[in-house]
Nanobody, 116 residues
Framework: QVQLVESGGGLVQAGGSLRLSCAAS????????MAWFRQAPGKEREFVAR????????YYSDFVKGRFIISRDNAKNTVYLQMNSLKPEDTAVYYC?????????WGQGTQVTVSS
């Protein structure tokens, strides 16, 4: 049974930082691309960032480029999202996802709230 468990969310002031983690189990982690998505209240889920299977390639949405860094540790079956210079509009539930050609597995999400 595949499980993705996010952690690290919380309340932070604007300009602050948080580091999200997503621990995976039940799959061969290094065979999967990993990504972060987010969903703000009343909005559609949106793509944030993704990282390739071996971590050598990353891609970001325009609204986080230069502020967020996605990385992974295949020895720990974990993907990370370092979030810097946080803005109130970054407030959302953040989800990690795993997939090969599309994202097949999703975590339950972790809440990030940025106060102004």
């Amino acid at each position: 049974q595949v499980q993705l468990v996010e952690s690290g969310g919380g309340l932070v002031q604007a300009g602050g930082s948080l580091r999200l983690s997503c621990a995976a189990s039940g799959l061969t982690f290094s065979n999967y691309g990993m990504a972060w998505f987010r969903q703000a209240p009343g909005k559609e889920r949106e793509f944030v960032a993704r990282v390739s299977r071996n971590g050598d390639s990353t891609y970001y949405s325009d609204f986080v480029k230069g502020r967020f860094i996605i990385s992974r540790d295949n020895a720990k079956n974990t993907v990370y999202l370092q979030m810097n210079s946080l803005k109130p509009e970054d407030t959302a539930v953040y989800y990690c996802a795993a997939g090969v050609s599309m994202f097949d597995y999703w975590g339950q999400g972790t809440q990030v709230t940025v106060s102004s």
